[in-house]
């Protein structure tokens, strides 16, 4: 993980490898953002038309790099593009600072430290700009070089792939450490990273060595870094409890489905919120297998999972002052002679019975038990994360999720809490004319319905287990979840933690009494 200080040195004076200042597109071409003012007058005021003359615009997601002059003591500095500059009685938004700030950490791969000068005048804008740098930093390298040793000789040797390591130190300039809502910004923000990269680290681990049973031991012992209660049911007590959803999906696979529970309280709480999370580790579709083109990624089918572990430690991290539940609901979804076939009716955990139609709609089957299960112990409410359906793409594209509900207002307040966090997502209706469509002639509900609107029929399918008078909304991630095409803003390829800055700052915000 980058290591992330704050600090009043100035521009000028600071070693480092590298400079970031920020640039905006004005009226008659790039101006200098705040913080710029040192790096500025060492270029004797002409910082601006010198990138100007290297075709620097100032655009979202630029980055010009250039030499530093005789007096700084970086050798390079790297101006990046904030958009178009506000005009003068306004600030930089957020999300503005937390993407130019990921650009430039992104382009400073390899180096050792920087030091970011971007626009730092309130402890919102310093948690942007740690935020984006943190997670703009992230590389997935676990997988990356092999260390060996000789059967012979025991020596070990290194298989080199070449491939940079992430930024090694970020340098605040313009923060206070000593002022107590700066360093909260930044502890914040280095809690909140951490762990959304281990939601990434976990949705980019290879199949083969993240399912069920390990995905369970990793929870484990987050759980028992941070404070937070575990509680992990096996295959055998799943069989026990009548967990079909999960035993149905999972039946197919050598390795069986798992629930996982995690409980973070506070003494003072007056509220209890439940994350349920999608934990499909590897979905080839089962017997209703996915075409050619549609299986190499599938080892993203858990982000939901990941996403409510990564909040749920968070919000023990942060030590906030509300109680959160956290469920996993895992199981590989495999086609083979145990498998679940199509036409096969499962009796859920909640004593409904659903008629599989598609077992490659089996996202909705072990979320069901889940939230059933988290439905019996009365929480203020529910929201479940899930990498559902295809069916959301379509709607929202890549960079959207949908949220649905049981309650507009709550619908509302989720939209609201994720663009406030820089997470693009969209409300999305449920009607009921669509329950119809999931009609069956032989248990009580199907697992399909119409395929026009197939992501609104999933979400009123999960309706139909959340328990009576229990608030509840569905997170639909399956777009922005994992990354398939170059990195942008503090965003990486593959992994990307989605959702979890919302479901964080839902937890904050219910701590605060702001939700009712």
């Known amino acids: 993980m980058t290591a992330l200080t704050l600090s009043t040195a100035g521009a000028a004076t600071l070693r480092a490898d590298a400079i970031v200042v920020g640039v905006a597109k004005g009226a008659k071409g790039p101006v200098l953002a705040p913080g710029a003012e040192a790096v500025d007058k060492a270029y004797d005021g002409k910082l601006a038309s010198v990138l100007e003359s290297l075709g620097a615009t100032g655009a979202e997601g630029e980055a010009t790099k250039l030499p530093a002059p005789s007096g700084l003591k970086a050798p390079i500095v790297i101006a990046v593009g904030l958009g178009t500059a506000p005009a003068k009685d306004e600030a930089y938004g957020a999300e503005t600072l937390r993407r130019a700030a990921g650009v430039a950490a992104r382009t400073l791969s390899g180096a050792k430290k920087a030091a970011f000068a971007l626009p730092t005048e309130t402890a919102e804008d310093i948690a942007a700009v740690a935020e984006g740098a943190l997670l703009g930093a992230y590389a997935f390298t676990a997988y990356r070089g092999t260390e060996r040793k000789s059967a012979k000789s025991g020596a070990a040797g290194k298989n080199d792939s070449g491939v940079k390591q992430p930024l090694g130190e970020v340098t605040l300039l313009g923060g206070k450490p000593r002022d107590k809502a700066h360093k909260a910004a930044v502890e914040r923000a280095i809690s909140l990273t951490e762990e959304i990269n281990r939601a990434r680290d976990l949705i980019n681990t290879p199949p083969n060595d993240l399912y ?188 959207t999720f949908g949220i649905m509900s049981n309650d507009d207002a709550f619908r509302t307040s989720v939209h609201e809490i994720a663009e406030e966090v820089g997470e693009a997502s969209w409300p999305m209706p449920l009607p009921s004319e669509l329950l119809k469509g999931m009609d069956s002639p032989t248990a009580d509900i199907a697992n399909m319905g119409e395929r026009m609107g197939g992501g609104l029929v999933a979400g009123l399918f999960l309706k139909e287990f959340v328990g009576e008078g229990i608030t509840w909304a569905h997170l639909d991630i399956a777009g922005p979840a994992f990354h398939e095409g170059a990195p942008y803003g503090y965003t990486p390829k593959g992994g990307t933690g989605s959702s979890v800055r919302t479901l964080v700052r839902l937890a904050e915000r219910t701590a605060a009494g702001d939700l009712g």
């Open 212 to 399: 069920p049973e390990t995905f369970a031991a990793i929870a484990t012992a987050a759980g028992k870094e941070h404070g937070v209660k575990v509680q992990v049911t096996d295959e055998k007590a799943l069989v026990k409890g009548g967990y079909g959803g999960l035993l149905g999906v999972g039946q197919g696979s050598e390795h069986g489905p798992r629930l996982v529970r995690l409980e973070y309280t506070h003494a003072k709480a007056k509220k209890t919120i439940a994350l349920v999370g999608k934990g499909i580790t590897y979905d080839s579709g089962g017997i209703s297998l996915k075409p050619p083109g549609h299986n190499e990624t599938m080892k993203c089918d858990m982000s939901g999972a990941a996403a409510v572990l990564a909040a749920v430690v968070s919000a023990a991290r942060l030590g906030l002052q509300v109680n959160v539940t956290g469920w996993l609901a895992l199981a590989e979804n495999m086609p083979s002679g145990t498998a679940t076939r199509p036409g096969d009716v499962l009796r859920m955990y909640s004593g409904k019975t659903v008629e599989v139609l598609n077992t490659d709609a089996e996202g909705r089957l072990v979320l069901a038990d889940a939230i059933t299960r988290a439905s019996e112990e009365k929480p203020d409410a529910i929201v479940d994360v899930a990498t559902l359906t295809g069916a959301m793409v379509v709607a929202l594209g890549n960079r």
